[in-house]
């Protein structure tokens, strides 16, 4: 049994390992002094933890009264298959968490405290970020912090060394993966034993087959699983996979992108915090990457998808019941949401980019600038299928169904069925 199916199904039993026996709040409740502010975090990857030390420790320098952040890290895909038991339970006061469908989708059950009256004064946030951090209710609930964008990684100098091509059109992308495997390369590296990783593919073959609204509406629950659009996308992946790197479902994310920085693949669809985290500082100008490819001329290569990360404050924390906390709590928001809190954690990962016009961009790598220029030149962001649909969904319904596809990736009548079936149970659920 792998660990995310052991997680998932102590989580359904009586005494279940959840989050909150890992995240245990302290510090800043009714007998604390209110200057202790708890920070539970999914960043349990080195580069991101430490960036996230080095930035509470810069607040820390400077905050008044004493204020300080004690955060709690826990493993990444535990943190998100557990969020909604911990929110539920007993939270730190401060969470990271994701903008867009899964801070409204927590916000509408009450589990966020409303924080628009610091948004009041935020400064350096464009009003697509202000939409990606409010609720349905026109209140916001989100600190946004970085974003990065999803994209085809690969090494320069593979490229170089064999005169490949950027590929734009899905044909090309095949007749370059054709030609890396004659090269004795992995033409694709691919991952899914944490459960996520594949999705990314499966946001880029929709949006390129069916455009954005589509995916955005099927996402929503508000199209069928069993249309034949949503078929052409499983059929054009299954050319895809001859490709891929077999095992898919026993591999992470990690080993997946460290087969691109050890120059064994030719390619990857990763994040650039994923893919970048693998290459060591010394190696990281090699890394460069390119738009997923077009599928249909109509919807070109216009929709790119560019995760939100973000802080929010927990509802049922215990202790921003004490006012002190509370206060310690928004100033410590209040700071994340500067520019130079950005530049901070940016210093020690620059695998993401700022989400603030106020940040410090003089200092960006060329392959962050490619980022920017990737992310604000498309038509369409969105922010990955278990982001932009209820994570009830997409932890028990779309986990096993992609794991299943690529295990058998013939069936794809009973896959789309299995799909919808699930689809119209979750939904109708409160």
Same mark, same amino acid.
């Given at each position: 049994?792998?660990?995310?199916?052991?997680?998932?199904?102590?989580?359904? =039993?009586?005494?279940?390992?959840?989050? %909150? &026996? #890992?995240?245990?709040?302290?510090? /800043?409740?009714? *007998?604390?002094?209110?200057? !202790?502010?708890?920070?539970?975090?999914?960043?349990?990857?080195?580069?991101?933890?430490?960036?996230?030390?080095?930035?509470?420790?810069?607040?820390?320098?400077?905050?008044?009264?004493?204020?300080?952040?004690?955060?709690?890290?826990?493993?990444?895909?535990?943190?998100?298959?557990?969020?909604?038991?911990?929110?539920?339970?007993?939270?730190?006061?401060?969470?990271?968490?994701?903008?867009?469908?899964?801070?409204?989708?927590?916000?509408?059950?009450?589990?966020?405290?409303?924080?628009?009256?610091?948004? =009041?004064?935020?400064?350096?946030?464009? %009003? &697509? #970020?202000?939409?990606?951090?409010? /609720?349905?209710? *026109?209140?916001?609930?989100? !600190?946004?912090?970085?974003?990065?964008?999803?994209?085809?990684?690969?090494?320069?100098?593979?490229?170089?060394?064999?005169?490949?091509?950027?590929?734009?059109?899905?044909?090309?992308?095949?007749?370059?993966?054709?030609?890396?495997?004659?090269?004795?390369?992995?033409?694709?590296?691919?991952?899914?034993?944490?459960?996520?990783?594949?999705?990314?593919?499966?946001?880029?073959?929709?949006?390129?087959?069916?455009?954005?609204?589509?995916?955005?509406?099927?996402?929503?629950?508000?199209?069928?699983?069993?249309?034949?659009?949503?078929?052409?996308?499983?059929?054009?992946?299954?050319?895809?996979?001859?490709?891929?790197?077999?095992?898919?479902?026993?591999?992470?994310?990690?080993?997946?992108?460290?087969?691109?920085?050890?120059?064994?693949?030719?390619?990857?669809?990763?994040?650039?915090?994923?893919?970048?985290?693998?290459?060591?500082?010394?190696?990281?100008?090699?890394?460069?990457?390119?738009?997923?490819?077009?599928?249909?001329?109509?919807?070109?290569?216009?929709?790119?998808?560019?995760?939100?990360?973000?802080?929010?404050?927990?509802?049922?924390?215990?202790?921003?019941?004490?006012?002190?906390?509370?206060?310690?709590?928004?100033?410590?928001?209040?700071?994340?949401?500067?520019?130079?809190?950005?530049?901070?954690?940016?210093?020690?990962?620059?695998?993401?980019?700022?989400?603030?016009?106020?940040?410090?961009?003089?200092?960006?790598?060329?392959?962050?600038?490619?980022?920017?220029?990737?992310?604000?030149?498309?038509?369409?962001?969105?922010?990955?299928?278990?982001?932009?649909?209820?994570?009830?969904?997409?932890?028990?319904?779309?986990?096993?169904?992609?794991?299943?596809?690529?295990?058998?990736?013939?069936?794809?009548?009973?896959?789309?069925?299995?799909?919808?079936?699930?689809?119209?149970?979750?939904?109708?659920?409160?």
């Amino acid at each position: 049994m792998s660990r995310r199916n052991l997680l998932r199904g102590a989580a359904a =039993g009586a005494g279940a390992v959840a989050l %909150p &026996a #890992l995240l245990t709040a302290c510090g /800043g409740g009714p *007998g604390g002094d209110g200057n !202790v502010v708890t920070v539970g975090s999914n960043a349990s990857d080195a580069v991101p933890k430490k960036a996230y030390a080095d930035a509470f420790a810069a607040y820390a320098g400077q905050a008044k009264q004493g204020r300080k952040v004690e955060v709690n890290t826990v493993d990444h895909n535990s943190f998100q298959e557990n969020i909604n038991r911990y929110l539920q339970s007993s939270p730190n006061d401060v969470f990271m968490w994701f903008a867009g469908y899964r801070m409204q989708f927590f916000a509408k059950k009450g589990l966020l405290y409303d924080i628009s009256d610091l948004w =009041g004064d935020f400064q350096g946030f464009s %009003p &697509a #970020l202000k939409d990606q951090s409010t /609720g349905e209710d *026109g209140k916001q609930y989100l !600190v946004p912090y970085y974003y990065y964008p999803w994209a085809v990684f690969h090494r320069k100098s593979v490229f170089a060394r064999y005169g490949y091509e950027v590929p734009r059109t899905l044909d090309a992308y095949l007749a370059l993966a054709k030609q890396m495997q004659k090269d004795k390369l992995v033409p694709i590296a691919f991952s899914d034993k944490d459960g996520w990783p594949a999705m990314g593919t499966f946001d880029y073959l929709n949006m390129r087959v069916n455009g954005y609204e589509f995916h955005k509406s099927l996402m929503a629950g508000k199209e069928a699983w069993t249309d034949k659009r949503v078929r052409e996308v499983f059929d054009t992946w299954r050319r895809i996979l001859p490709y891929c790197h077999e095992g898919a479902n026993g591999r992470t994310w990690q080993e997946s992108a460290l087969t691109l920085q050890k120059r064994q693949s030719g390619m990857v669809v990763l994040g650039l915090q994923h893919a970048g985290q693998q290459f060591p500082a010394a190696d990281r100008s090699d890394l460069d990457f390119f738009p997923f490819p077009e599928i249909d001329p109509a919807h070109g290569q216009d929709a790119v998808e560019a995760p939100t990360d973000g802080f929010l404050l927990a509802k049922k924390s215990k202790n921003l019941k004490n006012r002190k906390t509370m206060e310690s709590a928004k100033d410590l928001l209040r700071w994340l949401a500067t520019g130079k809190a950005e530049d901070l954690y940016l210093t020690s990962d620059p695998n993401a980019v700022a989400v603030s016009d106020r940040a410090d961009t003089s200092a960006y790598s060329p392959l962050q600038k490619k980022a920017v220029a990737l992310i604000t030149g498309s038509k369409q962001i969105s922010q990955f299928l278990d982001r932009d649909t209820r994570p009830d969904f997409a932890t028990t319904v779309m986990i096993p169904a992609i794991q299943t596809f690529i295990s058998n990736p013939k069936d794809v009548d009973g896959l789309v069925n299995g799909i919808e079936r699930q689809k119209k149970t979750v939904f109708a659920a409160e």
